[in-house]
């Protein structure tokens, strides 16, 4: 299997742009997560999903941000308008619902100028 | 919510000694606890894992202890290997099969094992 794929792996933005991220999770998975990663408030859960509906978003900063998950295998982390505190590494998780592992992807290092 | 707390945040030993990252956590309905390593520029992977019918669990040099009654669990890395040198992060959740986890992570300890 090639796990969770997460793009792009770097992005560079003005503020004020929309950034869009992408992730496919791991076939067959599913829940879905969104992590964000800085060093003052390390990993933080955004928001899940079960069944490519949004079960949980308690985690997201603010209406700026907004997820979607269309279809089993894939979903979409938007920040619009983007602004420098946004800059971070976004990461993707997938698990099983029989299970309790969650599996991350290589993350997106998101940068806004 | 819970709340999980990691000591220390960072750890060097030699090569071939043991290595021990400790965790607490609050929400004492916490029942999974796993641990992921994390190397430079990459996602967090799954070293181990513990759930809280279980005291102890060892993966050939990797082991984790769980004490629900003081709520923490701990990391054990027995002779350490320079491949071993990452930043090591505990977790804690109420997990639930056919459920959401929604995983709690410690800070981090950035392990480095030296020649």
């Known amino acids: 299997d090639a796990g969770v794929i997460q793009s792009p792996r770097h992005e560079v933005t003005e503020m004020g742009q929309e950034v869009t991220l992408r992730c496919k999770p791991i076939?067959?998975?599913?829940?879905l997560f969104w992590y964000r990663q800085t060093m003052m408030r390390g990993l933080e859960l955004l928001i899940y999903?079960?069944?490519?509906?949004?079960?949980?978003d308690s985690g997201m900063p603010e209406d700026r941000f907004s997820a979607k998950m269309p279809n089993a295998s894939f979903s979409t982390l938007k920040i619009q308008p983007s602004e420098p505190r946004d800059s971070a590494v976004y990461f993707c998780a997938s698990r099983l619902d029989s299970s309790y592992e969650q599996y991350f992807g290589p993350g997106t290092r998101l940068t806004v100028t | 919510g819970e709340n999980v707390e990691q000591h220390p945040s960072t750890l060097s030993v030699q090569e071939g000694d043991s290595a021990v990252i400790k965790c607490t956590y609050s929400d004492s309905a916490s029942n999974y606890f796993p641990w992921y390593k994390q190397e430079l520029g990459k996602g967090p992977q799954l070293i181990i894992d513990?759930?809280?019918?279980?005291g102890e669990k060892k993966d050939q040099r990797i082991a984790v202890t769980l004490n629900k009654t003081a709520k923490h669990f701990s990391l054990h890395i027995t002779e350490t290997q320079p491949e071993d040198s990452a930043v090591y992060f505990c977790a804690a959740s109420i997990g639930l099969t056919g459920g959401g986890n929604k995983l709690t992570f410690g800070t981090g300890t950035q392990l480095k094992v030296e020649l």
């Open positions: 513990i759930r809280s019918n279980v």
């Open positions: 999903f079960n069944n490519n509906v949004p079960i949980d």
């Open positions: 076939s067959g998975h599913d829940y």
